[in-house]
């Protein structure tokens, strides 16, 4: 391989690792928002069970 | 016509296009257009001229989004201008990072001070860096937005200003590929740069669409853990 195939390879490969990492850090976004929505509905059943009549002590 | 825009319309659809035109954009750098008298490091011109490209759009597209703000209180804009900057700035690291190393081969550095084009495209990616310095520097809220989007506007001033620099410039050491007479290229690379210029701008969209709808989930959960709680 050639120094100009090197840095031709490096420019292109710079390119997809930066658009890949961009897109794990999306995607790890997203799980971190789908977690989110768990603990709520787990917090909003909860709540409800709760507030059902006769479920206190 | 909308059917056949609808993929447009979605980050689904734009990522699959944007993946299909990356692949033939590729194909078409190393296997259609000729390597021509500058030699192979030519190749990086098909991706770094249609990324800075990008770059440019992205950050237009934000300061236009800052205005739809500032004009017309529409909700949401500030987030869409936002986002756009986001994607400028990355879009303008890697117009930087694939210059340099073009440079590296063309001319021996990976910069030039002396170079305006270099000069006045690194100054709008820092003007824009700036820009997440200020907006997080400032609770969030309609003062927030305000500012970010007069500044968002602001930066959009240097955009004319960079992208004419390089006809401005004394010394064209950096390549004028596009002149008044038209593409200074054969037509096969003039194809591959069209088809490369259309991958990247899909590519942003995808990414634009897909960080937005990150951020609005982000705002609906937010908004619903303080009703629920």
């Known amino acids: 391989m050639t120094s100009t195939e090197k840095y031709v390879a490096a ?12 897109v794990v850090i999306i995607a790890a976004k997203l799980a971190r928002l789908d977690r989110e929505i768990g603990d709520l509905a787990d917090e909003v059943r909860a709540t409800r069970q709760d507030e059902e009549p006769g479920s206190a002590g | 016509m909308k059917k056949l825009l ?5 980050a689904v659809g734009l990522a699959v296009l944007a993946t299909v035109l990356i692949a033939v954009g590729t194909a078409m750098t190393f296997f259609y257009a000729p390597v021509d ?12 001229v249609p990324i800075a490209l990008t770059a440019y759009a992205t950050f237009g597209w934000g300061a236009w989004k800052a205005l739809v703000h500032l004009w017309k209180k529409k909700p949401g804009a500030d987030l869409e201008s936002y986002v756009a900057i986001h994607q400028g700035t990355i879009f303008g690291a890697l117009t930087l990072i694939t210059g340099s190393i073009w440079a590296k081969l063309r001319w021996g550095h990976w910069w030039l001070w002396g170079e305006k084009e270099l000069v006045l ?9 700036t820009y997440f310095m200020l907006r997080y520097s400032i609770e969030a809220g309609p003062r927030r937005a305000n500012i970010s989007a007069v500044y968002a506007l602001f930066g959009v001033i240097l955009i004319p200003i960079s992208f004419l620099a390089i006809r401005l410039a004394t010394n064209y050491i950096h390549p004028v590929a596009f002149t ?25 969209g995808a990414l634009y669409r897909l960080e937005l709808l990150g951020k609005r989930l982000d705002l609906k959960i937010r908004e619903l853990r303080e009703l629920v709680l």
């Open chain 2, 37 to 48: 008298v500058d030699g192979l490091n030519q190749k990086i011109f098909y991706f770094h």
């Open chain 2, 180 to 204: 008044k007479q038209g593409p200074q290229m054969a037509g096969s690379q003039f194809a591959t740069f069209l088809v490369c210029l259309a991958a990247m701008w899909t590519l942003a």
């Open chain 2, 6 to 10: 609808a993929p447009l319309d979605n």
């Open chain 1, 11 to 22: 420019a292109y490969l710079v390119v997809f690792v930066m658009i890949l990492v961009y």
């Open chain 2, 121 to 129: 495209f690194l100054i709008i990616f820092l003007f824009y860096c």
